[in-house]
């Protein structure tokens, strides 16, 4: 027999036990961003490998080890070849297609978007090599009030999805003239601690010595604590704008922590950012994240324009919903129809599609591939349906048809088929009732 191939590692299917879960979160947060006025763009998985250099920055964790790139195909039309990349996260490409087609030329959006992103890390719990984004995006909105509505749509979802235990991190990284600024003072700081920096700092203090802050190795605590803070360097409109975030967000009645050494894996932030951390879910504890960042648009090509976005990891989400023993609807049938014979069969199929005519969304299951009264019974039982609708010869010979509930109390009895649709939905009501 030949050998099963299997999934790739940290690229997993979602199977038909979880997808409800995942239903009632996009659902969830489909109606709250359409509430807040928000609209949903879609753009391509895969995008020009330059995109991402230009946008995430070419000495970023993601765009250094991160990605998966695909060969590169001449064009059939004889177009130039060029490097193509899956996407490792989605406000690039939303910028992209922004520009391209002229959404963000002299107007506001507020955009949002769903869907997988790649990045070839190694795969942990709450860490994949696919994952899912929500990720919302707003542009043209400079002042504090857009990044204020952004973390109130947050507060709002986890509170909507019933978790707890998410709380907000705050900072701000200045302009990118007060970044420059202050990067230098790191610069000096930590070459003058050389011995004491790991490998990986080492490089960064060449490349992009602000992630020196963001490290995670224990060793290194002290020395960045002791870092130059940033906030003693902010440009003063930013600090007013950052004065003013958290301003609205006290009277929002929303709590946070500033956090100074928050300062992204991206290369494109500028002023506020923040991050929603829970500690439910050990060094994954990052479920959504996000900031500003106004000079993106100008560096792909855009004229200049502020831009606030932020993006959410769903699997991260969904794992906390679990741990938190969140109950998602589930997605049970109305009704189980049983059919047991030929005659049964072609009359049964016929009721079914009157039926689906007739009740606006019926959840109705058909038994396929026939089997005894005995099987289809077990099948409807297993089915989770409230109700068996049970046809056989002898029901169709006396144009009736059984019903049966299948939860709790209540007796079999038999309706002319003439009657069903009328009387079905009345006892879908009260079953709904009980
Ligand atoms: P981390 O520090 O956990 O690597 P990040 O800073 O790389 O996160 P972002 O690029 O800001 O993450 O992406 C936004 C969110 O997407 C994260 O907060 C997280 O919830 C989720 N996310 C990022 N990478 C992964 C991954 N490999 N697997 C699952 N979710 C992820
Ligand atoms: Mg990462």
Redesign the pocket.
């Known amino acids: 027999m030949a050998k099963n191939i299997q999934s790739i590692r940290g690229m997993h299917d979602i199977l038909p036990d979880a997808t409800p879960a995942w239903q009632y979160f996009e659902k969830t947060v489909r109606t709250l961003l359409n509430g807040y006025g928000y609209s949903e763009i879609r753009m391509p998985i895969v995008e020009q490998t330059d995109l991402f250099k230009r946008a995430v920055g070419e000495v970023t ?2 765009v250094e080890k991160e990605m998966y790139t695909l060969e590169s195909r001449q064009d059939t039309e004889g177009g130039e070849a060029f490097g193509m990349a899956l996407r490792p ?1 989605g406000t690039a490409g939303c910028v992209r297609a922004g520009i391209q087609a002229g959404l963000i030329f002299n107007q506001q959006q507020r955009l949002w978007y769903a869907g997988p992103m790649f ?1 070839a ?1 190694r795969p942990q719990k ?4 696919q ?1 899912t ?1 929500v990720g919302v995006e707003t542009f043209a909105i400079a002042g504090p009030d857009i990044d204020a509505e952004l973390i109130a749509m947050g507060a709002r979802l986890w509170k909507q999805l019933g978790l707890t235990n998410i709380h907000l991190e705050l900072n701000s990284l200045g302009t990118l003239e007060a970044r420059q600024a202050y990067r230098e003072l790191l610069v000096e700081y930590f070459s003058a601690h050389h011995e004491l920096l790991d490998e990986d700092s080492k490089r960064r203090l060449l490349t992009n010595p602000l992630r020196i802050l963001d490290t995670k190795n224990p060793a290194m605590r002290d020395l960045v604590a002791a870092a130059p803070n940033l906030h003693e360097h902010l440009d003063s409109e930013s600090a007013e704008h950052f004065a003013q975030l958290q301003n609205l967000l006290d009277g929002m009645g929303i709590p946070y922590r500033i956090n100074p050494r928050l300062v ?3 290369d494109y932030y500028s002023r506020t950012v923040f ?1 929603w951390v829970t500690d439910a879910l050990g060094s ?1 504890g ?4 996000g900031g500003r960042y106004d000079g993106l648009v100008e560096q792909l090509g855009g004229r200049p324009t502020p831009a606030c976005g932020f ?3 769903v ?2 989400l969904i794992l906390l919903m679990e741990a938190q023993g969140i109950q998602t609807p589930s997605a049970a049938p109305d009704v189980f129809l049983i059919m047991a014979g030929d005659a049964a069969l072609r009359a049964g199929m016929a009721i079914a599609e009157q039926l689906r005519d007739a009740i606006p969304g019926l959840n109705l299951v058909s038994n396929c591939g026939g089997g005894n009264f005995k099987t289809q019974m077990k099948r409807a039982d297993k089915s989770n349906a409230h109700f068996a609708l049970i046809l056989g010869e002898n029901e169709v010979q006396r144009a009736e048809i059984g019903l049966k509930p299948l939860r709790g109390s209540g007796e079999q009895i038999n309706l002319p088929i003439s009657q069903l649709v009328e009387q079905l939905p009345l006892l879908m009501a009260a079953a709904q009732q009980q």
């Open positions: 964790d993601i996260e990045r890390e709450g860490r994949y090599r994952f984004q992204r894996g991206l991050e994954q990052t479920v959504c994240a993006a959410m990891g699997e991260r």
